[in-house]
C-alpha cells in the first residue's frame, strides 16, 4: 500500500503521524480506495468479536446529501459554542476549524460509525467501536487521505436516524470526515511518552524510557 504521492509508509509511521486532517480539496475518493479502507476499519478488534460496527457513508446520494446539510448545522453550532465557550482566541488553529466547519457541505466523505447493540447502552460500548474507527483512519492515511473523528452529530442525532432509517437501538458513536489533505500538516503534537507511562504503580517513573 502507498500514499498518494506513492511514498509507501510502514504500520509505525502510520501510527506516529496519523492526525486529524480537516482541510480537503474537492476531490473525491475513488470506490475502490473507499472500499479498502472500510475493509481496514472492519479488521478491528470488538468485545466477544460480535463485531458490532456498522458504516453509513454519506456522499453524493439524494439523502446524503441532505444529511451532510443537517450535519454542516451542526458542526458550525457545535464549533461556534466551543470557539466562545472554551474562549479560543483568533489563530491558524480557530481559523481552520471554520473553513472546516464552513465547507462541511463540501467534505468529500463523512462515515457515520454506528454501533448496533445487542443489550443496553454500556459504557463500555465504544471499546467495540472505536479501535475501528481508529483503523479507518490509519487506513486512510496508508493511502494518503487525511480524515477526523467528530462528536457534533450528536446535534442533529435525531433528525440524521429519520432521515437514514437508523434504528433506535443503533449508536451514533461518531462522525468521520474524509477527503485529500490540502496544503500543509504539521506533526503530532503529543505529550512525552514518560509523563504518561507509570511503572510498577500510579505516578511511578519509568526510568527505562
Ligand atoms: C473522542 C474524540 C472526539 C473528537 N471530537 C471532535 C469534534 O467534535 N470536532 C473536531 O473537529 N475534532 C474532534 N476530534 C479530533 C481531536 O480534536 C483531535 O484528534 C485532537 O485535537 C488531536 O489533534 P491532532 O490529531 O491534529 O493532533 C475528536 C477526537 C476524539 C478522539
Redesign the pocket.
Known sequence: MSTADDQPITLLEGLAT?????RYTDAEIPDADLATILWHAGRAPSGSNRQPFRFVVLRTGDRAVRAKALLGEA?RA??NAKRHGDGYRPSAFADS?QR?VDRFEQTPVVVLACLERYRGASPYEGASV?PACQNLLLAARAFGYGG?????HLGVEDELRALLDIPVDVALS?CITLGVPEGR?GP???KPVDEIVFDDAWGQRATWI
Open positions: 496519523t492526525r486529524a486532517i480537516r458542526f457545535g464549533w476549524m472546516y472505536y477526523a473523528l467528530t462528536m457534533w461518531a500538516h503530532l503534537k503529543r
